[in-house]
């Protein structure tokens, strides 16, 4: 088995998952969650529609029905870092598990950096 995914084995067929499935999926889980964004909220829409960088900022370790997850998100100013954080992995492990009937093991949230109001404005003028 790849450490790339996780291979079921269900009446002589095989499911796999890959782990940019999972990252896509805690991606999408973590993009609900107000005042948080992943350390690759900056890539760019056709980034995004090619499916590069979809992964930057989630790290996803897959062994037998278990999966480890390292997220690395940036807080927006004003939010309370323990909230947020715990928010993260609940969300992140309630939406893989639902999604796969994958064990998720571990979720660690790593926030990197802290959004000010000013870096949202100018984050909003270079996108226009």
Known sequence: MSKNEYIEDAN???????K???SSIASKAISSIEGVELSNA???LTDIINRKNISKGIKVEIRD????IDLFISLKYGYK???VGYDVQKKVKESIELMTDLNVKE???HIENLITAEE????TIDND
């Open 120 to 123: 949202e404005i100018n984050k």
């Open 42 to 44: 900056n890539a760019g």
């Open 107 to 109: 979720i660690n949230v």
């Open 81 to 83: 870092v323990n909230e």
């Open 12 to 18: 002589n067929t095989n499911i796999k998952i890959s």
């Open 65 to 68: 029905r278990d999966v480890y």
């Open 20 to 22: 940019d499935v999972l």
